[in-house]
């Protein structure tokens, strides 16, 4: 997943959809949790983890996961008492704004960055 990409996308979809401040904390918690998952397909989030990663409470995780799905934006899955099983779903980046530039910049840092480490 090119996690910069994934992120304009989201916020072409921001603006589109008008999604809440709780749907976009909500969505944030996730890609930070899938990223220290490796970007797995499909990856559990506690309940607890999200409330303290997005500020959201309970009700609110609820609510935000739902208009989320509902914009195919994520998918989850319950899996009863234990931790939701949660998908980030592909999204279409709208290259409009993107300039060449930007792609040759961010592959150049990537490149850099990994030669140092």
């Known amino acids: 997943m090119n ?29 930070y949790i899938n990223n220290k998952c490796a970007w797995s397909e499909w990856f559990t989030a506690p309940n607890l983890t999200l409330e303290l990663t997005s500020g959201l409470s309970r009700k609110g995780i609820y609510k935000a996961r ?13 899996n009863g008492t234990k931790a939701t099983s949660y998908k980030l779903m592909p999204l279409q980046y709208s290259t409009q704004g993107s300039t060449q530039e930007e792609d040759t910049l961010q592959d150049s840092t990537q490149g850099s960055t990994q030669g140092s480490t």
């Open 3 to 31: 996690y910069i990409r994934a992120i304009k996308a989201f916020y072409d979809l921001v603006q589109v959809k008008q999604l809440t401040t709780g749907q976009i904390a909500l969505w944030h918690a996730l890609m």
């Open 66 to 78: 739902n208009i989320l799905k509902q914009h195919n934006i994520i998918d989850f899955k319950s």
